[in-house]
Nanobody, 122 residues
Framework: QVQLVESGGGLVQAGGSLRLSCAASGLTSITSAKGWFRQAPGKEREFVAAISWPGSITYYADSVKGRFTISRDNAKNTVYLQMNSLNPEDTAVYYC???????????????WGQGTQVTVSS
């Protein structure tokens, strides 16, 4: 069964850092491209970052470029999102997703995790 499980969310002060993890199970999910998306209260879900399989291509939203880094450890079937210089506008539920190609297009991802809450206090 294809499954994605996010972890690493929490409460952090502005300027701080967090690292999110997305553990994959099921062959299709393990060898797929991965994306991170986020949804703040009252807002639509938006693209954050994406990484190809096996990891040579990455994409970032302009709002996180230079602050966030997406990476993957294929031996551990895990994708990471290192988030630095966090600000209150980064507060959201962060979702990991698996798809055929790395793209900001949300509709290209067929498998989603349950999400992990990130809260940045000012």
């Amino acid at each position: 069964q294809v499954q994605l499980v996010e972890s690493g969310g929490g409460l952090v002060q502005a300027g701080g850092s967090l690292r999110l993890s997305c553990a994959a199970s099921g062959l299709t999910s393990i060898t797929s491209a991965k994306g991170w998306f986020r949804q703040a209260p009252g807002k639509e879900r938006e693209f954050v970052a994406a990484i190809s399989w096996p990891g040579s291509i990455t994409y970032y939203a302009d709002s996180v470029k230079g602050r966030f880094t997406i990476s993957r450890d294929n031996a551990k079937n895990t994708v990471y999102l290192q988030m630095n210089s966090l600000n209150p506008e980064d507060t959201a539920v962060y979702y990991c997703a698996a798809g055929r190609v790395a793209t900001p297009d949300m509709s290209s991802y067929g498998t989603w995790g349950q999400g992990t809450q990130v809260t940045v206090s000012s």
